[in-house]
């Protein structure tokens, strides 16, 4: 602290040192981009949207809690450091004064934590250059709709002034604070106003009449944006994305929804999609370098050699997001006009129905001329019609590629995939390598359900484990479907060099922790002949098993038993990875 034992000599040069530290606070800001203005209290004032000002009578208030000033903002540095040389004379008289005599009040309006002087800006920049940390103020307090901060800079005040705005027009602030709805850049809150029209505008043809602004933005916050902001939260989402605000993200997941109803045509529900987006936009360093990872890769490898995603993930991803809910909310099924695709269609309808899913059908041609014929509008009229006679509602997509490609790239926003088994993988081995189904379950993040005919009870699963990965989330899977289906489980394992003799044992220890009964048989031999064989003896309509191997190069030399059970099963079967 200095010594203010000093004349107006000793003031004056102190004031000069005051000034050059100014210049230097100005200079270091524009380095950092960091602004060193202090606030102007009308310009504040405006933007905020006063309502009203109440006196608070006198009190100490913290030095470093004034912003801003009434008339001089433009005179000091945000530290109060004086910038025109013209005060010299003035701050020196202050200066002598404070070394005998405690300096009278100031005059401040206070706006949230924020003070602006009103009279008494050399006093506060003297009691600052002393070193002080409280000041003797008459405090009037200025009621604004959104609050402010001591540390809120001038590039700030736009989206204050935008929040300001906002809440005067929906009035949300009646029903939540305004921190609810922060964010941390400019623009953001014309795009909550469009949300909540597109919001009014599906109630209002729902309803069949016409709602206010007011209700709309009332209904948008409870129907739109709390459940998105609700999975935000529960998973810590924020967490890996540090500056960002629940809002932000909120209206960063309704973009990128937009853009994949754009270009994949999935009209996909915000629970759905949260997790996924995150790790796919997350921008921590090491989240970059996994994903570029995973790109070069994606490059490198022929997607008949891809080994897919590590087990488990869709159940990390999906199923976290849904603790206890459902587990297949998101259905893609793949139409491709034939009587075995519409026994595909019939059973994901199933699915959807006990699950209360939406089913995200997709068809692929190999040209844009392709798109065009009359067979086109048959199929798209035959999926419409067996929706509706199931009673509920899927949307058709139409494109042009490499379908195992095409669903790989959706798979990653569904949780089921469903396709026919019309053409399983062939025993010969450049058959194999060339089989599309085959690429498929190497390569997608989701269960792949098999269906090779017409659609079963599904009241019947067996589940063929051995121990893997794979065939944990099989077992997960199936202990599910007893549960929320009501199934019957018959769980049966081979024994193998590769099968371990404690492996029934686990699989029963998980059943009976989660409450679930099953019947369970060893049997010896070829694998895929003894799990076709039990199938057989306990009528199963669901045969669940993991998928392949973690090296595909392995399995397409000698083949695997998922690919001896596809080609001989009757039974629907549900690939888990």
């Given at each position: 602290?200095?010594?203010?034992s000093?004349?107006?000599?000793?003031?004056v040069?102190?004031?000069?040192?005051?000034?050059?530290?100014?210049?230097?606070?100005?200079i270091?800001?524009?380095?950092?981009?960091?602004?060193?203005?202090?606030?102007?209290?009308?310009?504040?004032r405006?933007k905020?949207?006063?309502t009203?000002?109440?006196?608070?009578?006198?009190?100490?208030?913290?030095?470093?809690?004034?912003?801003?000033?009434v008339?001089?903002?433009s005179?000091?540095?945000r530290?109060f450091?004086?910038?025109?040389?013209?005060?010299?004379?003035?701050?020196a008289?202050?200066?002598?004064?404070?070394?005998s005599?405690?300096?009278?009040?100031?005059e401040?309006y206070?706006?949230g934590?924020?003070?602006?002087?009103?009279?008494?800006n050399h006093?506060?920049?003297?009691?600052?250059?002393?070193?002080?940390?409280?000041?003797?103020?008459?405090?009037?307090?200025?009621?604004?709709r959104?609050?402010?901060s001591?540390?809120?800079?001038?590039?700030?005040?736009?989206?204050?002034a935008?929040?300001?705005?906002?809440?005067e027009?929906?009035?949300?602030?009646?029903?939540?604070?305004?921190t609810?709805?922060?964010?941390?850049?400019?623009?953001?809150?014309?795009?909550l106003?469009?949300?909540?029209?597109?919001?009014?505008?599906?109630?209002?043809?729902q309803?069949?009449?016409?709602?206010?602004?007011?209700?709309?933005?009332?209904?948008?916050?409870?129907?739109?944006?709390?459940?998105?902001?609700?999975?935000?939260?529960?998973?810590?989402?924020?967490?890996?994305?540090?500056?960002?605000t629940?809002?932000?993200?909120?209206?960063?997941i309704?973009?990128h929804?937009?853009a994949?109803?754009?270009?994949?045509g999935?009209d996909?529900?915000?629970?759905?999609?949260?997790?996924?987006?995150?790790?796919?936009?997350?921008?921590?360093?090491?989240?970059?370098?996994?994903?570029?990872g995973?790109?070069?890769?994606?490059?490198?490898?022929?997607?008949?050699?891809?080994?897919?995603?590590?087990?488990?993930?869709?159940?990390?991803?999906?199923?976290?997001?849904?603790?206890?809910?459902r587990?297949?909310?998101?259905?893609?099924v793949a139409?491709?006009?034939?009587e075995?695709?519409?026994?595909?269609?019939?059973l994901?309808?199933?699915?959807?129905?006990?699950?209360?899913?939406?089913?995200?059908?997709f068809?692929?041609e190999?040209?844009?001329?392709d798109?065009?014929?009359?067979?086109?509008?048959a199929?798209?009229?035959?999926?419409?019609?067996?929706?509706?006679?199931?009673?509920?509602?899927?949307k058709?997509?139409?494109e042009?590629g490499n379908?195992?490609?095409?669903?790989?790239?959706?798979?990653?926003?569904v949780?089921?995939?469903?396709?026919?088994?019309?053409y399983?993988?062939?025993p010969?081995?450049?058959?194999?390598?060339?089989?599309?189904?085959?690429?498929?379950?190497?390569?997608?993040?989701?269960p792949?359900?098999?269906v090779?005919?017409p659609?079963?009870?599904?009241?019947r699963?067996?589940?063929a484990?051995?121990?893997?990965?794979?065939a944990?989330?099989a077992?997960?899977?199936?202990?599910?479907?007893?549960?929320?289906?009501?199934?019957?489980?018959?769980?049966?394992?081979?024994?193998?060099?590769?099968?371990?003799?404690?492996?029934?044992?686990?699989?029963?220890?998980?059943?009976?922790?989660?409450?679930?009964?099953?019947?369970?048989?060893?049997?010896?031999?070829?694998?895929?002949?003894?799990?076709?064989?039990?199938?057989?003896?306990?009528?199963?309509?669901?045969?669940?098993?993991?998928?392949?191997?973690?090296?595909?190069l392995?399995?397409?030399?000698?083949?695997?038993?998922?690919?001896?059970?596809l080609?001989?099963?009757?039974r629907?079967?549900?690939?888990c990875?």
């Amino acid at each position: 602290m200095l010594n203010w034992s000093y004349d107006v000599s000793a003031a004056v040069e102190d004031f000069r040192a005051a000034r050059r530290r100014a210049a230097l606070e100005e200079i270091l800001a524009r380095l950092t981009g960091k602004s060193a203005e202090l606030l102007s209290y009308e310009d504040v004032r405006r933007k905020l949207r006063a309502t009203g000002a109440t006196p608070r009578g006198v009190r100490d208030i913290p030095l470093d809690a004034i912003v801003g000033s009434v008339g001089r903002y433009s005179d000091f540095t945000r530290s109060f450091l004086p910038k025109q040389k013209s005060d010299e004379e003035r701050w020196a008289q202050v200066g002598v004064a404070a070394k005998s005599t405690e300096l009278p009040a100031i005059e401040v309006y206070q706006i949230g934590e924020a003070y602006f002087v009103l009279d008494g800006n050399h006093r506060v920049s003297v009691a600052r250059r002393k070193g002080l940390q409280y000041i003797s103020a008459y405090v009037t307090e200025v009621h604004t709709r959104v609050p402010l901060s001591p540390d809120t800079r001038p590039d700030e005040l736009i989206v204050k002034a935008e929040a300001a705005a906002f809440l005067e027009y929906t009035r949300l602030d009646q029903f939540c604070s305004a921190t609810d709805l922060a964010v941390s850049i400019p623009g953001q809150y014309a795009r909550l106003e469009n949300h909540i029209e597109v919001h009014r505008y599906f109630i209002e043809e729902q309803e069949g009449r016409e709602i206010s602004f007011e209700e709309a933005a009332r209904r948008w916050y409870h129907e739109a944006y709390l459940p998105v902001v609700q999975v935000i939260r529960e998973q810590c989402l924020l967490c890996d994305l540090p500056g960002r605000t629940e809002t932000d993200l909120f209206l960063w997941i309704s973009q990128h929804r937009v853009a994949i109803r754009q270009e994949l045509g999935l009209d996909l529900k915000p629970e759905s999609a949260v997790t996924r987006l995150v790790d796919q936009f997350n921008p921590k360093p090491e989240r970059v370098a996994a994903r570029l990872g995973r790109k070069l890769l994606d490059v490198v490898t022929p997607d008949e050699f891809g080994g897919g995603p590590p087990p488990g993930q869709w159940r990390t991803e999906h199923v976290a997001a849904r603790p206890g809910g459902r587990l297949f909310a998101d259905v893609l099924v793949a139409i491709n006009g034939e009587e075995a695709g519409w026994q595909a269609l019939d059973l994901a309808l199933e699915v959807a129905r006990r699950e209360g899913a939406l089913v995200h059908g997709f068809h692929a041609e190999q040209s844009e001329v392709d798109l065009t014929g009359e067979h086109i509008q048959a199929v798209e009229a035959e999926f419409n019609r067996r929706c509706q006679t199931a009673g509920l509602a899927g949307k058709l997509t139409f494109e042009v590629g490499n379908v195992a490609r095409k669903i790989r790239d959706r798979s990653w926003w569904v949780d089921l995939i469903v396709l026919s088994l019309a053409y399983p993988p062939e025993p010969q081995l450049t058959a194999r390598l060339a089989s599309g189904f085959r690429t498929i379950l190497h390569n997608c993040a989701r269960p792949v359900l098999a269906v090779p005919g017409p659609v079963s009870q599904l009241e019947r699963a067996l589940l063929a484990y051995d121990g893997s990965p794979k065939a944990d989330e099989a077992l997960f899977v199936a202990t599910y479907l007893v549960d929320r289906w009501n199934m019957s489980l018959v769980v049966v394992t081979v024994a193998s060099e590769r099968t371990k003799p404690e492996v029934m044992g686990r699989a029963s220890s998980y059943l009976e922790t989660h409450g679930v009964q099953a019947t369970y048989t060893q049997k010896r031999g070829l694998v895929a002949e003894a799990i076709l064989q039990t199938a057989e003896e306990h009528e199963s309509d669901l045969i669940l098993m993991g998928s392949y191997g973690p090296h595909p190069l392995l399995e397409a030399v000698r083949d695997s038993t998922v690919n001896h059970v596809l080609r001989a099963s009757r039974r629907p079967m549900l690939i888990c990875r």
